[in-house]
């Protein structure tokens, strides 16, 4: 299995190379050559498999030579013992026919630990018998942040750097970060919003000079490894509810498009999956895309479910690379666009290959809170601000199928909208009942890129 830039002139890397490195040297991002096919038979023997199972039979042949089948089991298995939940990503009943994916039982309580634990087990595995360290620098809105530290603390060949954009998180996604205080866990708070933070990161990874004296490597979304894991839960959620002998579909809450393109992925692996719909708050840019053909970005507004605010979704990327033909070029030719106008316009046929592809719903503040109140009142469930965004959209979109709701986060994650919602303060897990007694430390950046190389060479003595 060879890896593949979105943008056609980076070379061809292996599952563990594309896993290093993050984002490929031509500014693109690594895709499978071509994506592998379960049969009807594969998929219906997934029914009833521990999650850690399941795991292991749909990412095996990603993976190619990188690991043993018995490694791979193995890491499998560590990345998830830590999960606050024996079925890992269980489902819940909302109404008749829509099922919410709760895929906040670990250890950060939103769903990126799903792909971020088993990316610190796989790193830590593959940097461990070539001897090599590694500087992982990550922007966040707040939830890859803490999935982060919490993968990589106290592992001795990584040090992890994490651009969160300040006073624009909330304080328990904060905490999260600033309060682990493992010696390699270093958080910075930057002037600007999460685009600032992400466009820094991405500056780093374009200065190859820097790049290779920190040995940089990258977790955030763009990275193959963490949509990979993500693909798990799309299986494991379908074949309970009667795949591949009955199609299902899934409405996902969306920012940087990783999520809801793993739900692509396992489409393409086989998986029946009827409509896939994208969830926006009021930071629309997917859903506008999807209406208009223009992809254009605008100012981020800050919204009650703040891991969405994202105007510059940098796994759309993957897909527009399949919209059109795989062709590298027309994709860096767009990426240059919107880098110089803040915009492009995806050509018809693309066009009409993402509308058959996926259908999109934005969601104001007020119908998030008011389906925050709604779900509890209707379904004796306390959603997060991001799963309300997901269950309001999902709501328009039912039909025949069962419908998944994704649900990305705890809502004890983001208490002050859901108590404005409902007047109920939800409780922390006892596990992170001191989170607010803890010490933090954190450095404080201006969103200037020099600064903060210095200040990563510094820290890492490279
Ligand atoms: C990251 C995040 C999202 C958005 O996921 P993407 O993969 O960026 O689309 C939604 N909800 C929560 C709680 C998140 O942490």
């Known amino acids: 299995m060879q890896y593949i830039s979105t943008r056609g002139s980076a070379p061809v890397l292996t599952f563990e190379q594309a896993m290093l490195t993050g984002l490929a040297r031509d500014g693109g991002l690594y895709v499978p050559?071509?994506?592998?096919?379960?049969?009807?038979?594969?998929?219906?023997?997934?029914?009833?498999?521990p999650y850690e199972e399941i795991a292991f039979r749909v990412m095996r042949p990603f993976i190619g030579e990188t690991f043993t089948d018995a490694e791979f089991k193995a890491l499998i298995a560590k990345a998830y013992a830590g999960f606050g939940h024996a079925a890992r990503a269980p489902l819940k009943q909302l109404g008749p026919n829509h099922f919410l994916l709760e895929l906040f039982h670990g250890p950060t309580l939103a769903f990126k630990d799903f792909?971020?634990?088993?990316?610190?087990q796989l790193f830590q595995a593959a940097l461990g018998r070539s001897g090599q360290r590694v500087t992982i620098v990550g922007a966040t809105s707040g939830d890859t942040g803490s999935a982060a530290i919490e993968a990589f603390r106290g592992l001795s060949n990584v040090d992890v750097f994490i651009l969160y954009p300040h006073g624009r998180v909330s304080e328990v996604q904060r905490r999260q970060m600033t309060t682990p205080a493992d010696a390699n866990v270093h958080a910075l708070a930057v002037d600007g919003d999460f685009d600032t933070c992400q466009g820094l990161l991405k500056d780093m990874f374009n200065d190859f000079a820097f790049r290779d004296r920190v040995g940089l490597a990258g977790v955030n979304s763009i990275n193959w490894a963490r949509v990979l894991a993500q693909v798990v839960y799309y299986f494991s959620a379908a074949v309970s509810l009667g795949a591949p002998h009955r199609a299902v579909d899934f409405t996902v809450p969306t920012g940087n498009f990783g999520d809801i393109f793993a739900g692509y992925i396992a489409r393409q692996m086989g998986l029946p999956i009827g409509k896939l719909v994208i969830a926006t708050n009021q930071n629309d840019i997917l859903h506008r895309c999807l209406t208009t053909g223009v992809y254009q970005t605008e100012s981020v507004l800050p919204s009650l479910s703040p891991s969405m605010d994202i105007q510059v979704s940098s796994n759309f990327e993957r897909v527009l690379f399949d919209a059109y033909g795989r062709d590298g070029a027309a994709v860096a030719q767009l990426m240059n666009e919107l880098k110089g106008d803040g915009a492009f316009t995806v050509s018809q046929g693309p066009l009409e290959m993402l509308r058959d592809t996926f259908a999109s719903g934005r969601v104001s503040e007020e119908e998030t809170s008011a389906t925050i109140a709604?779900?509890?009142?209707?379904?004796?469930?306390?959603?997060?601000?991001?799963?309300?965004?997901?269950?309001?959209?999902?709501?328009?979109?039912?039909?025949?199928?069962?419908?998944?709701?994704?649900?990305?986060?705890?809502?004890?994650?983001?208490?002050?909208?859901?108590?404005?919602?409902?007047?109920?303060?939800?409780?922390?897990?006892?596990?992170?009942?001191?989170?607010?007694?803890?010490?933090?430390?954190?450095?404080?950046?201006t969103g200037e890129l020099q600064a903060i190389e210095a200040l990563i060479l510094e820290r890492t003595g490279a």
Do not use: W, Y
């Not at 004796?380 to 419908?403: F, W």
């Not at 108590?419 to 954190?442: C, K, N, Q, S, Y």
């Open 33 to 49: 050559e071509s994506v592998p096919v379960m049969t009807e038979a594969e998929i219906a023997a997934l029914a009833g498999l």
């Open 115 to 120: 792909a971020m634990q088993l990316i610190g």
């Open 374 to 445: 709604r779900t509890l009142k209707a379904s004796a469930e306390l959603l997060c601000p991001h799963s309300a965004v997901g269950v309001a959209v999902a709501e328009q979109n039912l039909g025949a199928n069962p419908m998944v709701t994704l649900a990305t986060a705890h809502p004890a994650k983001f208490p002050a909208a859901v108590e404005g919602a409902t007047g109920i303060h939800p409780a922390l897990p006892p596990r992170m009942a001191d989170l607010f007694d803890r010490p933090e430390r954190v450095t404080r950046m």
